[in-house]
């Protein structure tokens, strides 16, 4: 049977990639890591009435009813950031004599193993028994009506992967427009989005069986459309837009005498010219705009040290967290290049820091209204983590890119393919974002001695930036030659 056979290959690929890698090694740091979360969203599902207080008399369900559809499009925007899609994983079977509806319906199973999806069940099932099961007449309702949720949730991401690859305007279009609707049910408190989230799954839990057909059906039918906008992105040929005549930049801008000056338009240019680095620009821009806004709508419902932590870094730093991370790898297919050619490695790594902090003003300056309308008070943490991430992110993101070995090919692959990326990449956000976070909890009293040692921290960072990029040029230097045998090995 040609679904076992795929099962059995893709258990011994696994187990292949984990031992070549050495995993384990990683997996055994990771384990206390991992039992800290499980213990972590167990106890928020048991203890979930003791740890917040319902407003009037709706109870723990009431309460996490009204705001379960929020959660979910929240799950959703998160799966697209960091769910490795399907397409991944079907491309090294392409060349197999195997149908695509075959193996389009084989990965579309195999990856609901995620712990995008195993995560929220470990609060969702002990909440259930604690203050569901055999206290409402649509216990078991409810819970499937989770279940499908979270498969909704799943198959839309994958849906939402493929589409974006050819119709990108017009979803970044549908996606902001939906972000402000959000921004404005909150501003101007209609709560129509909790309202109809307590509508929803109240009516699941007082035993509605017509709309859990409903959501059945809908998940059904998007599940389908996944499935079948998966096998055409299989078969389908390059984007026609990649092959475009590309502009030239104007005359005020050609290559000068300054040699730092040539590699920050080459990286300007590298960056609007390719498919992938120029998605990572318009959806930075985007995207943290709009999540921005719709966290600081909100924000007094959720702030603390580690959220206030994370609000700067994104409010900034998006892009350099994200782009920065493979600053060399984008360049991959002709590093070579810059190796035979007479250039200063502190000039590449200075052109390179300059980019990524000039990435921290423009998302500092788009965001900054957002901070003067929604949340005035949180202006001082905005400039505070500007100079943050142009001085401690950008640097810790470089050098994080001076260990990359994996090639990337900056001008195809789908959006968030995650080509060139490890676990190293994800681990590297807990030195980036632990300092700030620490500060500001220590010093939780008084936040604005807080927020000015982090803006110090990222001023000190930025007057180091010659001698460290002198250090971090003697790195790449020592590892050049690692780098660029990496970089010709394609790996797909």
């Known amino acids: 049977m040609i679904y076992l056979a795929l099962l059995r290959n893709h258990w011994k690929s696994f187990g292949r990639s984990f031992q070549g890698k050495r995993m384990w090694l990683i997996s055994l740091a990771l384990i206390p890591v991992v039992t800290y979360v499980v213990l972590v969203l167990v106890g928020l599902g048991l203890f979930f009435g003791r740890l917040v207080r319902p407003a009037g008399e709706e109870g723990p369900l009431g309460l996490l009813n009204a705001h379960l559809l929020t959660a979910f499009f929240g799950m959703l925007a998160f799966r697209f950031f960091f769910q490795r899609p399907p397409r991944m994983e079907v491309a090294p079977y392409l060349h197999l004599p195997i149908e695509h509806r075959r193996l389009s319906r084989y990965f579309q199973a195999a990856s609901l193993a995620s712990a995008h999806n195993v995560y929220p069940l470990l609060f969702f099932v002990p909440f259930w028994s604690r203050y569901v099961q055999g206290q409402v007449p649509g216990a078991g309702l409810w819970l499937a009506g989770i279940v499908l949720c979270l498969l909704l949730s799943h198959y839309l991401n994958t849906l939402i992967r493929v589409a974006v690859d050819r119709f990108a305007r017009p979803l970044l279009g549908l996606a902001a427009l939906l972000v402000g609707l959000q921004i404005l049910d909150q501003a101007l408190g209609t709560q129509a989005v909790s309202r109809a989230s307590a509508w929803c799954f109240d009516a699941l839990a007082a035993g509605s069986g017509r709309l859990l057909l409903l959501l059945a059906t809908l998940t059904l039918a998007t599940l389908a459309t996944s499935s079948q906008a998966l096998r055409w992105s299989l078969r389908a040929g390059p984007d026609p837009s990649a092959h475009r005549r590309q502009r030239v930049l104007p005359e005020a801008l050609t290559f000068g005498r300054s040699p730092l000056r040539n590699l920050v338009l080459l990286e300007i240019m590298m960056m609007w010219r390719n498919k992938r680095p120029r998605q990572y620009v318009l959806i930075s821009i985007g995207v943290s705009t709009a999540y921005t806004a719709l966290l600081l709508s909100d924000y007094n419902a959720f702030f603390g040290s580690l959220m206030a932590a994370a609000v700067g870094l994104f409010a900034s730093g998006v892009f350099a967290l994200n782009y920065g991370q493979l600053m060399f790898a984008w360049e991959s297919r002709y590093f070579d290049g810059f190796l035979s050619r007479d250039l200063q490695p502190q000039h ?96 939780e009293g008084t936040p604005e001695t807080a927020l000015s040692l982090v803006a110090m921290l990222g001023l000190v960072s930025m007057l180091m930036a010659w001698p460290s990029s002198r250090l971090l040029a003697r790195l790449l230097t020592r590892r050049k030659y690692l780098m660029a045998a990496g970089f010709r090995i394609y790996d797909r």
Not at 348 to 360: E, N, R, Y
Not at 361 to 375: C, E, R
Not at 419 to 437: D, E, K, V
């Open 348 to 443: 590449l790594v200075l052109a390179k820091f300059m980019v990524l902090q000039g990435s921290c003003l423009l998302l500092f300056i788009v965001s900054l209204p957002l901070f003067f309308w929604l949340a005035p008070d949180l202006l001082m943490l905005h400039v505070a983590f500007l100079f943050y991430n142009a001085g401690v992110t950008s640097l810790l993101m470089l050098t994080l890119a001076v260990f990359n070995r994996r090639r990337v090919n900056a001008a195809e692959g789908s959006f968030f393919n995650y080509q060139g990326f490890s676990i190293l990449h994800w681990l590297w956000i807990l030195p980036t974002i632990l300092p700030p976070a620490l500060l500001l909890y220590a010093l």
